[in-house]
């Protein structure tokens, strides 16, 4: 393994969650080779050091970014690879590259499902890029894209089977905005990201349809009960603490911020908007739409009982009345 002081760092998305990491990486002067295929955007990065999408005021310094749209010249001669664009766009991004991850750290920012695959991200390149678990990492917590863009304290988690691998990821990230602690669980704390996206629904759609904080507060405790009660089922490990930044931080985080696109999501679903109509005004990915699918089959499959996911995936995918199916909703919970 490599020692953080010599980490050569890729970031592949350009989107504001890729804009903020390479903030990160490069306040901590780290040089970045970042794939940003927008023609526009990468030009921007190159003149002025601004991504003009995404996060606009959020000055990167310009001697430490090599923007390229040429996946292979970025991923080359990295040690470490930060995946951070939307699950939806993950398999485009990568379908041309040649290089090889195996002998990579590969960073997974992506706190979202592959599409139809149904695969989590670490699943994903374990399995089709061959990347060993012991060089996976993932990156998560309570971390609005914004604020991290702006130096504002966050507190992330980095987890990885081997305990070498998160150290090394959190050298690369750590400072004194960007706080990391440690986690083996893997696929829990994935697990859990994808989760909160889901549950920023359903509290989106219940504040478009004007319920109160009282009920916003028993409905998150739901949430945060039927998380605990799936990860349990789907991927136990001993000494997992529900109550930690990954878990219940970045799902309090998700669930009560206006800056957060799922519960807008659900806003507008709330307010009456059609799902079509609702996901043609968002103007960045909201991932908790893909995961709803795959919460839902996967519960299913396990026979574990999840209304408030159920009812966010009526709503998605079975044309149910979000009026309708959060009033049934309400009956249920206590």
Not at 78 to 91: D, E, Y
Not at 115 to 133: A, S
Not at 138 to 164: F, I, K, M, W
Not at 214 to 242: D, Q
């Amino acid at each position: 393994m490599i020692p953080d002081t010599q980490a050569k760092c890729a970031v592949l998305g350009y989107g504001s969650w890729a804009t903020a990491i390479v903030k990160t990486l490069t306040t901590n002067h780290h040089h970045v080779d970042w794939l940003v295929l927008n023609d526009d955007i990468r030009a921007s990065l190159i003149a002025r050091g601004r991504n003009p999408k995404y996060l606009p005021w959020c000055d990167i310094d310009r001697e430490y970014i090599t923007p390229s749209a040429d996946i292979n010249e970025v991923v080359r001669n990295a040690n470490v690879v930060f995946l951070a664009m939307p699950s939806a766009f993950l398999t485009k991004f990568l379908a041309p590259l040649t290089e090889s991850l195996s002998d990579k750290i590969v960073v997974s920012a992506v706190k979202g499902i592959i599409p139809g695959d149904y695969l989590t991200i670490v699943e994903h390149m374990n399995r089709y890029y061959d990347v060993p678990m012991s060089n996976i990492s993932v990156v998560t917590g309570p971390s609005h894209a914004e604020e991290v863009g702006q130096c504002r304290l966050s507190y992330l988690t980095v987890a990885s089977e081997d305990s070498n691998t998160a150290k090394i990821v959190e050298g690369v990230l750590a400072n004194d905005f960007f706080r990391c602690s440690l986690s083996h669980d893997v696929l829990g704390v994935e697990a859990a990201a994808i989760m909160k996206n889901v549950y920023a629904l359903a509290v989106g759609i219940a504040v478009g349809l004007r319920y109160g904080d009282n009920f916003l507060a028993v409905l998150i405790s739901g949430c945060a009960n039927e998380m605990n009660r799936f990860l349990n089922e789907a991927v136990p490990i001993e000494g997992r603490n529900i109550n930690a930044a990954a878990y219940m931080g970045d799902l309090l985080v998700t669930c009560y911020s206006p800056l957060s696109r799922n519960r807008r999501l659900g806003t507008l679903l709330g307010k009456g908007c059609s799902v079509k109509s609702a996901l043609n005004e968002m103007t960045m990915v909201a991932e908790g739409y893909y995961a709803a699918e795959c919460i839902r089959r996967s519960s299913m499959r396990r026979s574990v009982e999840m209304p408030i996911a159920d009812m966010v995936w009526e709503v998605l995918y079975n044309n149910a009345s979000a009026r309708d199916a959060m009033l049934a909703l309400t009956k249920i919970l206590k």
